[in-house]
């Protein structure tokens, strides 16, 4: 399973300098390899520079993690998180 939801702010928000779009992904998934499900979730912002010419993305995103035990298929673990920021720009 898949789903995505986002939510754009007024244009004019930053005046000529763009606005910002809020979001959130999930994701849900089966695999035979692994004992339990693994979801992850996803949530940022983005600012939308310039009529979205450009735009810079920041991303925090949560993810579980499997371990090993031992003939058994690996089960869930916990969580792990990680965050990035991307640039992104249209010639």
Same mark, same amino acid.
Request: proline letters at 5%.
């Given at each position: 399973?898949? +789903?995505? @939801?986002?939510? &754009?702010?007024?244009?004019? #928000?930053?005046?000529?300098q763009?606005?910002?779009? #809020?979001? $959130?992904?999930?994701?849900?998934?089966?695999?035979? !390899?692994? !004992?339990?499900?693994?979801?992850?979730?996803? @949530?940022? $912002?983005?600012? #939308?520079?310039?009529?979205?010419? /450009?735009?810079? /993305?920041?991303?925090?995103?949560? &993810?579980?993690?499997? &371990?090993?035990?031992?003939? +058994?298929?690996?089960?869930?673990?916990?969580? !792990? /998180? !990680? @965050?990035?920021v991307?640039?992104q720009? /249209?010639?």
């Open positions: 399973m898949y +789903a995505r @939801a986002g939510f &754009r702010l007024p244009n004019d #928000l930053f005046g000529d763009g606005t910002l779009m #809020l979001y $959130v992904v999930w994701r849900h998934w089966r695999y035979d !390899a692994l !004992a339990d499900p693994v979801q992850t979730v996803d @949530a940022g $912002v983005n600012w #939308l520079i310039r009529k979205h010419m /450009s735009k810079i /993305s920041l991303n925090y995103q949560l &993810r579980p993690v499997f &371990r090993n035990v031992g003939e +058994a298929k690996p089960v869930h673990d916990g969580n !792990a /998180s !990680a @965050a990035w991307q640039f720009v /249209s010639l």
